[in-house]
């Protein structure tokens, strides 16, 4: 068997991103309030995903990990 992979280092996450389904909402609305909360954004883009396509948004949290933000719209 091969040795196993060790833990990421200090600055390195463990993942690529995960997902947060979050209930239907104006897409405008919700890039307004992070704005306005100081997160950087993008736009909502249509991405296929575990349930089919939807639009999703990618941001980071203060530890530098990647949130996909979907919309259930």
Do not use: K, W
């Not at 993008?42 to 999703?56: D, I, K, L, M, P």
Request: hydrophobic share 25%; charged share 20%; with cysteine.
């Amino acid at each position: 068997l091969g040795r196993a992979g060790g833990g990421p280092s200090s600055g390195a996450n463990n993942m690529d991103h995960f997902c947060l389904q979050i209930h239907p909402q104006d897409e405008h609305q919700v890039l307004s309030y992070l704005q306005s909360q100081g997160v950087s954004t993008g736009t909502f883009e249509r991405r296929y995903g575990a349930q089919g396509f939807g639009n999703s948004l990618y941001v980071r949290d203060p530890e530098g990990n990647i949130v996909e933000l979907r919309n259930r719209m």
